[in-house]
Nanobody, 127 residues
Framework: QVQLAESGGGLVQAGGSLRLSCAGS????????MAWIRQAPGKDREFVAA????????YYADSVKGRFTISRDNAKNMVYLQMNSLKPEDTAIYYC????????????????????WGQGTQVTVSS
Protein backbone atom coordinates (compact mmCIF):
# COMPACT_ATOMS: atom_id res chain seq x y z
CA GLN A 1 0.00 0.00 0.00
CA VAL A 2 1.29 3.45 -0.92
CA GLN A 3 1.66 6.11 1.76
CA LEU A 4 1.71 9.75 0.69
CA ALA A 5 3.02 12.95 2.28
CA GLU A 6 2.52 16.43 0.82
CA SER A 7 4.69 19.50 1.37
CA GLY A 8 5.23 22.93 -0.11
CA GLY A 9 2.04 24.72 0.80
CA GLY A 10 1.98 28.20 2.27
CA LEU A 11 0.78 31.77 1.95
CA VAL A 12 1.35 33.59 -1.33
CA GLN A 13 0.03 36.74 -2.97
CA ALA A 14 -2.20 36.59 -6.02
CA GLY A 15 -0.12 36.16 -9.14
CA GLY A 16 2.57 34.27 -7.28
CA SER A 17 3.76 30.69 -7.55
CA LEU A 18 4.12 27.63 -5.35
CA ARG A 19 5.42 24.13 -5.96
CA LEU A 20 3.77 21.30 -4.09
CA SER A 21 5.57 18.01 -3.59
CA CYS A 22 4.21 14.58 -2.72
CA ALA A 23 6.52 11.87 -1.44
CA GLY A 24 5.27 8.32 -1.88
CA SER A 25 6.37 5.12 -0.22
CA UNK A 26 5.86 1.56 -1.37
CA UNK A 27 7.14 -0.62 -4.17
CA UNK A 28 4.18 0.06 -6.47
CA UNK A 29 4.45 3.87 -6.61
CA UNK A 30 5.90 3.86 -10.11
CA UNK A 31 2.93 1.89 -11.46
CA UNK A 32 0.16 3.95 -9.85
CA UNK A 33 -1.74 6.88 -11.33
CA MET A 34 -1.44 10.01 -9.20
CA ALA A 35 -3.62 13.07 -8.74
CA TRP A 36 -3.89 16.37 -6.91
CA ILE A 37 -7.28 17.12 -5.41
CA ARG A 38 -8.21 20.20 -3.40
CA GLN A 39 -10.89 21.21 -0.94
CA ALA A 40 -11.78 24.79 -0.10
CA PRO A 41 -13.66 25.66 3.10
CA GLY A 42 -17.33 24.80 2.79
CA LYS A 43 -16.92 23.28 -0.66
CA ASP A 44 -16.74 19.79 -2.12
CA ARG A 45 -13.43 18.25 -3.09
CA GLU A 46 -12.34 19.35 -6.54
CA PHE A 47 -10.23 17.31 -8.93
CA VAL A 48 -7.25 19.48 -9.98
CA ALA A 49 -4.82 17.39 -12.02
CA ALA A 50 -3.75 13.81 -12.69
CA UNK A 51 -0.80 12.01 -14.24
CA UNK A 52 -0.60 8.49 -15.56
CA UNK A 53 1.79 6.05 -13.88
CA UNK A 54 4.10 6.23 -16.92
CA UNK A 55 3.99 10.01 -17.11
CA UNK A 56 2.70 9.72 -20.67
CA UNK A 57 -0.65 11.39 -20.03
CA UNK A 58 -1.90 14.25 -17.88
CA TYR A 59 -5.24 15.86 -17.15
CA TYR A 60 -6.15 19.30 -15.78
CA ALA A 61 -9.37 20.81 -14.57
CA ASP A 62 -10.47 23.79 -16.64
CA SER A 63 -10.03 26.04 -13.60
CA VAL A 64 -6.25 25.42 -13.52
CA LYS A 65 -5.42 24.64 -17.15
CA GLY A 66 -2.53 26.74 -18.39
CA ARG A 67 -1.50 27.73 -14.85
CA PHE A 68 -0.72 24.42 -13.10
CA THR A 69 1.62 21.63 -14.19
CA ILE A 70 1.70 18.13 -12.74
CA SER A 71 4.82 16.00 -13.05
CA ARG A 72 6.39 12.94 -11.47
CA ASP A 73 9.77 11.36 -10.86
CA ASN A 74 9.28 7.63 -10.35
CA ALA A 75 12.94 7.10 -9.51
CA LYS A 76 12.42 9.33 -6.47
CA ASN A 77 8.80 8.31 -5.72
CA MET A 78 7.77 11.95 -6.10
CA VAL A 79 4.88 13.84 -7.68
CA TYR A 80 4.82 17.61 -8.08
CA LEU A 81 2.31 20.35 -8.76
CA GLN A 82 3.76 23.61 -10.06
CA MET A 83 1.21 26.36 -9.52
CA ASN A 84 1.68 29.68 -11.30
CA SER A 85 -0.49 32.79 -11.58
CA LEU A 86 -2.26 31.84 -8.37
CA LYS A 87 -5.66 33.32 -7.61
CA PRO A 88 -7.51 33.75 -4.31
CA GLU A 89 -9.96 31.07 -5.47
CA ASP A 90 -7.08 28.56 -5.50
CA THR A 91 -7.05 28.74 -1.69
CA ALA A 92 -7.66 25.23 -0.39
CA ILE A 93 -6.13 22.19 1.22
CA TYR A 94 -4.33 20.28 -1.52
CA TYR A 95 -4.19 16.49 -1.32
CA CYS A 96 -2.01 14.06 -3.20
CA UNK A 97 -3.83 10.82 -4.02
CA UNK A 98 -3.38 7.57 -5.89
CA UNK A 99 -5.77 5.06 -7.40
CA UNK A 100 -3.53 2.28 -6.12
CA UNK A 101 -3.89 0.20 -9.29
CA UNK A 102 -0.92 -1.42 -11.01
CA UNK A 103 -0.17 0.05 -14.46
CA UNK A 104 -3.79 0.73 -15.45
CA UNK A 105 -4.66 1.59 -19.03
CA UNK A 106 -6.98 4.43 -18.08
CA UNK A 107 -6.19 7.62 -16.16
CA UNK A 108 -9.18 8.31 -13.89
CA UNK A 109 -10.32 11.92 -13.60
CA UNK A 110 -12.90 11.66 -10.84
CA UNK A 111 -12.27 11.97 -7.12
CA UNK A 112 -13.96 8.68 -6.22
CA UNK A 113 -11.40 6.63 -8.18
CA UNK A 114 -8.55 7.71 -5.90
CA UNK A 115 -8.47 5.49 -2.82
CA UNK A 116 -5.30 6.50 -0.97
CA TRP A 117 -4.68 10.06 0.19
CA GLY A 118 -2.06 12.08 2.00
CA GLN A 119 -2.83 14.41 4.90
CA GLY A 120 -2.93 17.52 2.72
CA THR A 121 -1.08 20.82 2.61
CA GLN A 122 -2.71 24.25 2.99
CA VAL A 123 -2.40 26.77 0.17
CA THR A 124 -3.60 30.30 0.86
CA VAL A 125 -3.62 32.97 -1.84
CA SER A 126 -4.16 36.53 -0.67
CA SER A 127 -5.64 39.22 -2.89
Amino acid sequence: QVQLAESGGGLVQAGGSLRLSCAGSGRTFGSNNMAWIRQAPGKDREFVAAIKWSGSSTYYADSVKGRFTISRDNAKNMVYLQMNSLKPEDTAIYYCATDGRASPLVLPIVVSEYKYWGQGTQVTVSS
